[in-house]
């Protein structure tokens, strides 16, 4: 059987690679730097990780909080809210900065991109549309709303504000979100 994995290292792992991207952005990162900077063998790194772009996509998601177990609390409103604010990344900036390297480096590494999306991006969005749709079950959305459109709706607003330098604390979250709810809700 084999050892389980030491926390402190993944931390270590975590914290080299979120620096180096800050430092260098992904192509100038290698497995090496990593290694090197969380004191721990490149054998270490790829017991966890499979590719460079595997362990990026995972420190990204770790940058953000965990995706929220959302009960049927039976008010489509209600469970909508939580999910936004439970699923926020704490550091709206820090969150783009790090979104917008891996966007920089689409043509060079699509990988890294496909990584993103299918451990960070998919899931968390998968969240939201299935909550629409359970709205739109209950009568609470309107049935002509498309739930995929519906999540851009909703989080495009957070990264334009978030690219023009603007706040995004919980006031604007509420704000926000509540003329999200009027443009989708059923009348």
Do not use: C
């Not at 959302?70 to 936004?84: C, F, I, K, M, N």
């Amino acid at each position: 059987m084999a050892r389980p994995l030491d926390p402190r290292v993944d931390e270590a792992i975590t914290d080299a690679t979120l620096a180096l991207l800050n430092e260098r952005g992904f192509a100038a990162m290698t497995m090496e730097d990593v290694a090197q900077r969380a004191k721990v063998g490149k054998p270490t790194i790829y017991r966890r990780f499979p590719s460079k772009a595997a362990l990026v996509a995972a420190v990204i998601d770790r940058q953000l909080p965990p995706e929220p177990e959302l009960p049927d609390l039976g008010d489509t409103r209600a469970e909508l809210w939580t999910a936004v604010e439970k699923g926020a990344p704490k550091d709206g900036a820090a969150y783009v900065r790090l979104t917008g390297g891996l966007i920089a480096e689409q043509e060079r590494h699509p990988e890294l991109l496909e990584a993103f999306r299918a451990s960070v991006q998919r899931p968390r969005r998968a969240i939201i549309q299935s909550l629409v749709e359970r709205g739109q079950g209950r009568g609470d959305i309107r049935d002509e709303v498309d739930p995929e459109d519906a999540v851009d709706q909703l989080v495009g607003p957070f990264l334009a504000r978030v690219f023009a330098g603007k706040d995004t604390g919980e006031a604007w979250r509420k704000k926000n979100f509540e003329t999200w709810w009027r443009s989708i809700r059923s009348p």
